[in-house]
């Protein structure tokens, strides 16, 4: 349930994340007042007050202006990804391909970290608008975040085996938009970076080794497993299928042009992505052994402070400390298992084993979902989407489903692939699509590209946010007049959440606590009766190579759903899940420490708000 997209290059490199506008005096996104503020002194002069606050405002637009800029040229794809047309916002080219990914890099752009939020840290925050107040709380947050990770850069793990940059660069490469001719050839000229690219992660990879801070032989593995997936001779590779199909989109374009584009794409196939692959393979190969630490992050020196960053960066949790989020996380799992419980009878367990959803087909389940979705969910304008299979080659290292990002731009077309591989055939296609689609991740992003006009907040990933808000609408699918019985929601559901919410407690047991295989097989078999060794050992290694991975998912929609019962408890008759939902897509990508203050005062105007309607 991968949501691919790519950003800039400190907010890349400060958050640890993989890969990867000019505003007005009342620039930023729309409907979220900040009354959490006091008001000026009543003695102000007034009219020096406003003179000040325009001064302040314009100088906080010039540097968010220049900041967006700056960052969203750092790399060609970042910036492709992230707009269609770069010259509207004066950005003419990329500074490099894929961006740096040497250590020195790394720590050059910390050092930037530090200075943008001194910088930042200037600005009188009183004096801004409620948009601009907003953005300022929510960039302070991430820089803040991201300085925890300041000396550790060494523990950041580019490769992953689903969610390494090896695993998303050539999906992001294969679905690269061509508007224009220019973009097949910066394309072109991507594609003839990749192996300099991996040259330089491989360095990297190798003085992680030599500190002593390698991965086990088994992630290794998996990473040399991932890897072999593309080796693909050129005439097979799916890259040259997708650039066929784009080249076909160009109208504007002779077709001796594109011949001789093709024989290139095939002959850069041959000679510089395979080879960038084969080479990722051999220095996998050769670092083998090197890894010492076959437990979870706690194991490295400093791996239990990284992975509290992780956390942090992962689920901008409004937990004070690792421990308390542990504590919460249990405790929901066991309100959910016991829902399970009570609700379980033969007859429905008989039912669940043979149920199935009304809508099976992709399209027939997307145009329901969005009838579905009307009177909960604000309205979303025009846009539309393209459901494509991932490539056979690549089903075994990637994720079930995932969603592209489009450029901010851009935001009308979208791109969902779904992995039709047997090992994801019990994986609901109607609730996958629902954190998908609508109204999850397509929903979600292209709502809120229609109602920010604020560029930087497009940039900062809150992962937990963005994840939270998928699985919670994935949840609520189950609810959804979908051909199930209301019963059989309510244990499908409640029994869902169980599991995500024991990767997420093993996650946080095997990398903070130090949980070790024999530990997790006793815990899953004694709590949940998983008595398959090799099925534990399989979730052991899972949060081994993907520390914090699934807090994203199970975190973000706690959360979500906190505040929904609280809000409910508080409102009563008064709570409207439409004004809910808006709440939250308007607040946009944030962390739920800032987030939870907002609500809070939302609490206090939306029953004013709905007796005015």
Known sequence: ?????????????????????????????????DITETSAPADQDYEVYTEASVQAQNAFDQFTEELFREEISADAISLHYSLADPSAYGIDKADSAFGEASLESMQADMADTRALQEELRQFDRSLLTDEQQLTWSVLDSYLETALMGDGLELYSRPLAPTIGVQAQLPILLAEYPFYSREDVEDYLWMLSQIDVYYGKL??????????????????????????????IPPQENFLTETFEEKLAGLTDVSEDEKEEWRQQHTALIAEHFVPAYQSLIETLNELKGTGTNDAGMCGYPQGKEYYEYLVYAATGTSYGSVDELTDAVTN??????????????????AEMLTCSFRETEPTQILEALQDQITDDFPELPACSYTVKSVPEALELSLSPAFYLTPPMDRYQDNVIYINGNEQYASTPLYTTLAHEG??????????????????????????????????????????????????LQS???????????????????????????????AFLEETYG??????????????????????????????????R????????????ARAFHTF???MGPAPFSLIRSYFQSWLVTAPLARNAA
């Open 584 to 586: 939250l897509l308007d």
């Open 530 to 563: 998983i008595t398959d060794r090799e099925t534990s050992d399989r979730m052991f290694e899972a949060m081994v190579d993907n520390p914090s991975n699934y807090l994203e998912y199970y975190v973000g929609w706690l959360e979500i759903q906190e505040m």
């Open 491 to 521: 244990l499908l559901m409640h029994n869902q959440a169980v599991t995500l919410g024991i990767h997420a407690l093993l996650d946080l047991n095997i990398n903070y606590y130090g949980w070790t295989k024999d530990q997790t097989a």
């Open 438 to 487: 609508y109204p999850g991740h397509l929903y979600q992003t292209v709502y809120f590209s229609s109602v920010c006009d604020e560029p930087v907040r497009h940039l900062l990933s809150f992962p937990a946010y963005t994840e939270g808000w998928a699985t919670y609408v994935e949840f609520q699918s189950y609810f959804f007049d979908n051909g199930l019985s209301p019963e």
């Open 332 to 349: 929901q799992i066991e309100e959910d298992a016991m829902t399970v419980a009570e609700q379980l009878t033969p007859e429905l367990y």
């Open 202 to 231: 491989e360095e990297f990879e190798r003085e992680k080794s030599a500190a002593g801070l390698y991965y086990s032989d088994t992630t290794v593995n998996h990473l040399i497993q991932s890897c072999e997936s593309y080796l």
């Open 1 to 33: 349930m991968n949501h691919i997209h790519s950003r800039g290059r400190r907010f890349r490199n400060a958050s640890a994340a993989i890969l990867l506008s000019a505003a007005l005096l009342a620039s930023g996104c729309r409907g979220v007042p």
């Open 565 to 576: 019962e609280h809000a409910e408890e508080t409102l009563g008759t008064n709570f409207d």
